[in-house]
């Protein structure tokens, strides 16, 4: 029996076995990890798509042309591993642009170009094609009208002469464009009931006889505006008028400020020659100094002071006699 244990063919069988088992063993312990890693590379790799709007360049001379009609920006949509397209969006290191340096003048469709994206990612645009006018640049110096609503005032205020800083812009655009230019305006929307100077950073725009807005450049393209708001004011002498006397009193009355100034319109103005001021004299029995609020006539909006002293003296009527 020892023997048979011993013969080179039963000793090789075994070995054979033995490392079969190993064989089982050793796979079956290390698919775990094979499929860990796998499960790992692919969360690494799995891909990503998303769309990003970026400024669209124009390659051009632009000292001799200038171009309309193309949009401001185009949308991007990348595609790749979610790190790269994360990465690319962040940092933007790539370009959307037209190459016009070889086109003539007019109307062209022309193909939109990227440059800058990782090879390792698949990208699309659209737009893929854009439609551009081509034209001889020109530029020219305008100045700048002011137009408000005059119907915001206040009752009785008025508008003195407006101001602009500054007061002529220079105007680039395509020839066409810039010809067509009638003038350069700030619009100003002045507040309802203003009784105040208005004072604002105005955005310009170009516009042709018929009131249409011109696509062109304007630099600057905003402009101070001032608006003076005010009254027309007019000094007149104050009249007292003593009401409500006492029987067996004389009254002496002695305005403190003998005129005041009176705003409104000046056609309201025009028809005031004097301030007419009742001085309520019922309560009245001595000496004293009494404030009087002053009634305005009609038209006239306020008056500075709008209040006054008025010094009393009072005497008994038999004292005269």
Do not use: C
Not at 118 to 145: A, D, E, F, G
Not at 263 to 289: C, F, H, Q, R
């Amino acid at each position: 029996m020892k023997e048979f244990w011993r013969k080179p063919w039963f000793i090789k069988l075994v070995s054979l076995l033995i490392a079969v088992l190993l064989v089982i063993y050793v796979n079956d312990t290390q698919g775990g990890f094979w499929a860990q890693g796998q499960s790992n590379r692919t969360k690494q790799t799995v891909n990503k798509t998303q769309t990003i709007s970026v400024p669209l360049q124009v390659s051009v001379d632009t000292d001799q042309y200038y171009v309309v009609g193309y949009p401001e920006k185009v949308n991007i949509t990348l595609e790749g591993s979610t790190a790269l397209v994360t990465s690319t969006i962040n940092t933007q290191n790539f370009r959307a642009y037209i190459d016009l340096t070889k086109q003539s003048i007019g109307k062209h469709e022309v193909k939109v170009h990227v440059n800058g994206i990782s090879r390792q990612l698949s990208y699309s645009i659209n737009p893929k094609t854009v439609r551009v006018n081509i034209q001889k640049r020109k530029s020219t110096t305008m100045p700048i009208q002011i137009e408000y609503n005059k119907s915001a005032l206040a009752h009785g205020y008025v508008i003195g002469h407006p101001s602009v800083y500054p007061q002529q812009v220079e105007v680039t655009g395509a020839r066409s464009e810039v010809e067509q230019i009638d003038q350069i305006v700030a619009k100003v929307v002045l507040p309802n009931e203003i009784e105040h100077t208005y004072e604002r950073q105005v955005s310009l725009i170009a516009q042709d006889h018929q009131g249409r807005q011109l696509n062109v450049v304007i630099e600057p393209a905003t402009a101070k505006v001032t608006v003076p708001v005010s009254l027309a004011r007019k000094k007149v002498r104050l009249k007292l008028k003593p009401e409500h006397e006492n029987k067996g009193k004389i009254y002496s009355l002695t305005a403190k400020s003998e005129y005041v100034n009176i705003y409104g319109t000046e056609k309201d103005l025009e028809k005031v020659k004097s301030l007419l001021v009742p001085v309520d004299l019922s309560n009245i029995g001595a000496a004293t100094t009494k404030t009087v609020t002053l009634k305005l006539p009609a038209g006239v909006v306020k008056a500075e002071p709008n209040q006054i002293d008025v010094d009393i003296r009072v005497e008994s009527s038999n004292s005269k006699n």
